[in-house]
């Protein structure tokens, strides 16, 4: 959520960046707002000055009572009763207006940063960089379902006889592989400073709306029936909202975490041959990393975090590549984005693995996050980028570390957490 102050004094800098998002039915927003905060200050301002009549009319009481001049005191009653039921109505408009405010500027976009490229939608995206040669072996690389089904690797089927499409069972040392690049991401991101945390999987409904947009919540999150709460899509929304109405000493600045969770997504399975395998699926399992900092911090911030992920995946022989997001594929609340594209061997193209995103003061705001300093209190920035996120990372490891023979290559970094093994072999 933008400063309210943008929207009184350059109405036409908040429309440009509507614009710059490809959100034209947004425009009349901004006008409706400007009006309606307009209002809401005049009235804000008859409910103070009433207030501060009616205090000093009321002072007069007591001395009319002292006075022995009782019937003028008790008009002076009825004066202030007329006036307390008239800051009543007033009262009323006054959060009325602030609740039609509140709404109508969740819908308007955070401001992007001047160098987001501008484009319509993810086609748009521009490749900035890449890290390792995309490599296609002499062989044929199985799609990652077969893989995974060479060594009893994953059980579909009894998953959707337990809960349905979009789940399920993974096995013995896939599971395992799995299971060591998740600890693997934890265990390098305390190296670099950051605190692990286990935070909880479920979160209520203003929390889900400090950190995401009403379309992202209704795409994405399940609701749990009768219950103020959420199941997450991803740790980094209760990891931020833990620090929901809190004052933080610049001191203590930045806060840098990382978390583990299991995520859980309406999101359905892709069409074709993607639907017998893991690509996409309602549960799924991620190391996370957020930053809260000074606002002056958060594009080095930005830089560092997808630079983690970079060095992550190289260290599992993935080749990838930096895909600057551009207007039209940032969400409401980004400034700015950036996607982490693994190499598939098997399809000879890149596909995403991670996410990294500043979002500016946009969910300090919504939720209320702030930091105390010698000049007073401010809104904080908070920034989030995924670790690994599995089976996605399961599925580029397996490409990339795939052997003529069947066999996969446990990248070296991984062999401590898989007992020392260097690679699978097919029984």
């Known amino acids: 959520m933008i400063d309210i102050k943008l929207i009184r004094e350059n109405k036409d800098l908040v429309k440009e960046n509507i614009k710059k998002k490809f959100q034209d039915e947004k425009l009349p927003l901004v006008d409706e707002i400007y009006e309606l905060d307009i209002k809401y200050r005049e009235t804000k301002k008859k409910a103070d000055d009433m207030r501060s009549k009616k205090n000093d009319i009321s002072a007069q009481i007591g001395l009319l009572m002292r006075e022995k001049k009782v019937e003028e005191a008790n008009k002076t ?8 039921e008239e800051i009543l109505n ?5 959060e009325s207006l602030s609740a039609e405010i509140k709404t109508k500027m969740m819908a308007i976009p955070q401001i992007i940063d001047a160098s987001v490229p501008i484009g319509k939608d993810d086609t ?7 890290f390792g040669e995309p490599v296609v072996p002499d062989y044929e690389i199985p799609y990652h379902a077969d893989i995974i089904a060479k060594f009893n690797g994953m059980d579909k089927e009894a998953a959707g006889r337990t809960s349905g499409e979009g789940f399920y069972y993974l096995m013995g040392d896939i599971a395992r592989l799995h299971e060591a690049m998740l600890a693997y991401a934890r ?3 305390i190296d670099k400073g950051f605190t692990y945390a286990i935070p909880p999987f479920m979160i209520h409904g203003n929390v889900v709306e400090g950190v995401m947009s009403f379309p992202e919540m209704q795409a994405m999150m399940y609701k749990i029936d009768g219950e103020d709460l959420y199941l997450i899509g991803t740790s980094e929304h209760s990891m931020i909202g833990k620090f929901k109405d809190q004052i933080i000493k610049t001191s203590d600045l930045p806060i840098t975490m990382t978390s583990y969770s299991p995520c859980f997504r309406k999101e359905g399975g892709s069409h074709g041959l993607e639907e017998r395998g893991l690509y996409r699926v309602h549960q799924f399992e991620k190391q996370e990393m957020i ?5 002056k911090d958060s594009m080095d ?4 975090m997808w630079h983690y992920s970079v060095e992550i995946f190289r260290n599992f022989n993935i080749p990838v590549r930096q895909l600057e997001c551009c207007s039209g594929d940032l969400a409401d609340l980004k400034v700015k984005s950036c996607d982490i594209e693994a190499w598939s061997p098997r399809q000879q193209k890149y596909f995403e693995v991670c996410s990294c995103s500043t979002l500016g003061d946009a969910q300090a705001r919504r939720l209320g996050i702030r930091a105390k ?13 995924t670790v690994v996120a599995s089976p996605r990372g399961l599925i580029a490891l397996l490409e990339n570390n795939y052997n003529a023979d069947g066999s996969i290559t446990i990248p070296v970094v991984l062999r401590p957490y898989m007992g020392g093994k260097e690679k699978i072999e097919v029984k």
């Open 90 to 94: 007033l009262e009323k408009e006054e």
């Open 301 to 304: 911030w930005y830089n560092k």
């Open 373 to 385: 300093g010698e000049n007073g209190t401010y809104y904080v920035h908070t920034l989030n980028n």
């Open 187 to 189: 265990d390098f991101m």
């Open 291 to 295: 930053v809260i900092c000074d606002p």
């Open 77 to 84: 009653k009825d004066t202030v009763a007329k006036m307390n």
């Open 124 to 130: 748009l995206n521009v490749e900035v960089e890449r």
